[in-house]
C-alpha cells in the first residue's frame, strides 16, 4: 500500500541535543513539506520541498534543518537552536502543479526532558 | 501566517443531528480544502473545492464556498460518533508554496 512513514512515533531530546525525524513516502509525490502542531493549535510550517535537492523555509523554520536527496525521503532536524521543541511534528506529501490533497504521516512527538 | 480561522472553535452535538463548521479566509485562493483529525494522528484529505465551484458533495459532507465573503462552511450531515475528531480548512498559498491551515474546530458527536 501506498503511503506515507513518519518514524519514531514517539521521541525524547535532552537539553543541547539535536534530533531527527524520519519521513519517507512511496507515493511517487514529487512535493513534501513539515508542520508543527502544538496542543490546541493548528499547523504551522516548518519547511518544504517541491523537488529533490530544493526546498524552502515556511514560517517557522528557525531552529530547524531538512534534506530533500531523494524523492521519497525528507528527514527533519530539530537543532539545539529551537528552544521550544515539544511539540507534534506532521509530515505531509502532495503532488503538484495543481490542485492536490495532501497525504500526512501518523506525526512524531517530540518531548524535552 | 494563518489564512484560515475556523468558527467555533468547539462543538459537541448528538449522534444524527447535523455539524456545521465555518472558515474565513484573508486573500484570494485558487482552492480551499477540510481535513480531519482524529486524536493524537495526521490529517486526512476529506474534500478540496476550487475558487470557480459553490458547493461539493461528498457522501454526508457538503462543503460551500463563498469567494465574495471569503468563507466556507463544511456540513456534516447525520453525525455519528466516529465523526469525533478536529476538522481544519486549509487555502493555498502563492505557487508553489504550501497549504495555510486554521487552528480548527473540535467536534464531539455523543451517543
Known amino acids: 500500500d501506498g503511503g506515507i512513514t513518519q518514524s519514531p512515533k514517539y521521541l525524547f531530546r535532552k537539553e543541547g541535543q539535536n534530533v531527527t525525524l524520519s519521513c519517507e513516502q512511496n507515493?511517487?509525490?514529487?512535493?513534501m513539506y513539515w508542520y508543527r502542531q502544538d496542543p490546541g493549535q493548528g499547523l504551522r510550517l516548518i519547511y518544504y520541498?517541491?523537488?529533490?535537492?530544493?526546498?524552502q523555509k515556511g514560517d517557522i523554520a528557525e531552529g530547524y534543518s531538512v534534506s530533500r536527496e531523494k524523492k521519497e525521503s525528507f528527514p527533519l532536524t530539530v537543532t539545539s537552536a529551537q528552544k521550544n521543541p515539544t511539540a507534534f511534528y506532521l509530515c505531509?506529501?502532495?503532488?503538484?502543479?495543481?490542485?492536490?490533497?495532501?497525504?500526512f504521516g501518523s506525526g512524531t512527538r517530540l518531548t524535552v526532558v | 501566517s494563518q489564512q484560515g480561522e475556523e468558527d467555533p472553535q468547539a462543538l459537541s452535538i448528538q449522534e444524527g443531528e447535523n455539524a456545521t463548521m465555518n472558515c474565513s479566509y484573508k486573500t484570494s485562493i485558487n482552492n480551499l480544502q477540510w481535513y480531519r483529525q482524529n486524536s493524537g494522528r495526521g490529517l486526512v484529505h476529506l474534500i478540496l473545492i476550487r475558487s470557480n465551484e459553490r458547493e461539493k458533495h461528498s457522501g454526508r459532507l457538503r462543503v460551500t464556498l463563498d469567494t465574495s465573503k471569503k468563507s466556507s462552511s463544511l456540513l456534516i450531515t447525520a453525525s455519528r460518533a466516529a465523526d469525533t475528531a478536529s476538522y481544519f480548512c486549509a487555502t493555498d498559498g502563492p505557487a508553489g508554496t504550501a497549504l495555510i491551515f486554521g487552528k480548527g474546530t473540535t467536534l464531539s458527536v455523543s451517543s
Open positions: 507515493l511517487n509525490h514529487d512535493a
Open positions: 520541498s517541491q523537488i529533490v535537492n530544493d526546498f
Open positions: 505531509a506529501s502532495s503532488g503538484t502543479g495543481g490542485a492536490y490533497g495532501y497525504t
